[in-house]
């Protein structure tokens, strides 16, 4: 990657640790916890997928009440009619 481009990870680290950020592009220096960094990685994949689920859920809860509310409507209405 070119010296010119900076990725959002950079930036998140800069804010972190700017000597950790100096030391990693300039001086070419690896992070020494790469385990870690990738199990917290693997965390934050497996966060989103809960939340994303979550979400889902809970657009088919009120999809699934909006048909029931509208169905229990339907009959009072039509219940009254006849």
């Known amino acids: 990657m070119s010296d010119k481009w900076i990725r959002a990870s950079e930036i998140s680290n800069y804010v972190y640790c700017r000597r950790a950020w100096w030391l990693q592009r300039t001086q070419g220096y690896a992070s020494e916890n790469v385990r870690e960094l990738s199990q917290g990685t693997a965390y934050h994949q497996q966060h989103g997928r809960s939340l994303l689920t979550t979400i889902l859920v809970r657009r088919l809860a ?9 169905y229990v409507t339907f009959q009072i209405l039509m219940s009254t009619q006849g």
């Open 62 to 70: 009120y999809g699934l009440l909006f048909v029931l509310v509208a």
